[in-house]
């Protein structure tokens, strides 16, 4: 199973670059920016196709005449009550015909977001600055049997062991540019497994994690799965700081990119595809 989520998550994030390819020479921004809007389209698209457009159209139309009687009739209390009665039960069914179809798409969106996550969330590191490097090992394993070794750009600076959670953590201080390697040896099982660690002007799509289960590289695709370490380790993770865009000047988390752009592509979309949401 592994093999074939490691596929999925190559072939997957192999089309996002397709989809960007046109926009390379542009800040990450709009290939993010571009991205959400077609999510937006995408799913909207989907969701009329699998939601009961008609039964959604005609509880909205419900739901509109019982708003406009409690307004006309305002003044006589039993109209009124009996209107805003009618409204509130329209609106449960609305919710009932949404919540299906919202529900299987946030099977894909979910997977969509990770992908996103993967490439926008962090940025590379800068020559001076610290990070930790940690992994989550089986509770069988030995704590102290776990090394790090670096490429020679990289400076073990400290190392703890919390024997409660499983997990050794290591801090880490760049010294130059360019792409560096982190190595994690298990001296007991002469296991050695090696991850790349970004600095200076890297690409996007930083591999922060990577998990022994294929449902967590599901949730977090920007890594390889340790499979070959599943007897030892659970995760194996890089920390790498969080990166902010500027959109119209404003500084913004990429998910709050993707929530504005997505949504107003898909309110656009709408009225284009004649679907009601």
């Not at 592994?2 to 190559?10: D, Q, R, T, V």
């Not at 397709?18 to 799913?43: D, E, N, Q």
């Not at 959109?247 to 929530?259: A, K, P």
Request: net charge positive.
């Amino acid at each position: 199973m592994n093999e074939i989520i490691a596929y999925l998550n190559s072939a997957f994030a192999f089309l996002l670059d397709l989809l960007i390819w046109p926009l390379r020479g542009l800040p990450a921004v709009w290939g993010l920016v571009f991205l959400s809007a077609l999510s937006g389209i995408a799913l909207l698209y989907f969701f009329g196709l699998i939601s009961n457009q008609t039964a959604i159209r005609n509880t909205k139309r419900k739901i509109h005449a019982a708003l406009l009687e409690s307004i006309l009739f305002r003044h006589d209390i039993k109209l009124c009550l009996g209107a805003q009665g009618r409204m509130l039960k329209s609106a449960c069914v609305y919710f009932v015909l949404a919540l299906v179809p919202l529900m299987i798409l946030s099977i894909p969106a979910i997977y969509f977001l990770g992908h996103l996550n993967a490439r926008y969330n962090s940025r590379p590191l800068q020559p001076g600055e610290t990070t930790l490097v940690g992994i989550q090992v089986k509770p069988q394993a030995d704590l102290f049997s776990f090394a790090i070794n670096t490429t020679e750009g990289l400076e073990k600076d400290a190392m703890v062991r919390v024997p409660a959670e499983h997990q050794v953590v290591f801090r880490v201080k760049v010294g130059h540019d360019g792409k560096q390697a982190i190595t994690i040896e298990d001296k007991k099982s002469g296991l050695a497994l090696s991850k790349p660690l970004y600095v200076g002007s890297a690409s996007s799509g930083l591999e922060s994690y990577s998990y022994s289960t294929w449902w967590w590289s599901l949730m977090y695709p920007g890594g390889e799965i340790v499979g070959k370490a599943k007897d030892a380790l659970e995760s194996f993770w890089v920390e790498y700081p969080e990166r902010d865009y500027s959109v119209f000047g404003i500084q913004m988390h990429w998910l709050v990119i993707f929530l504005i752009f997505s949504l107003i592509s898909g309110l656009i979309a709408s009225r284009v595809f004649k679907i009601e949401i």
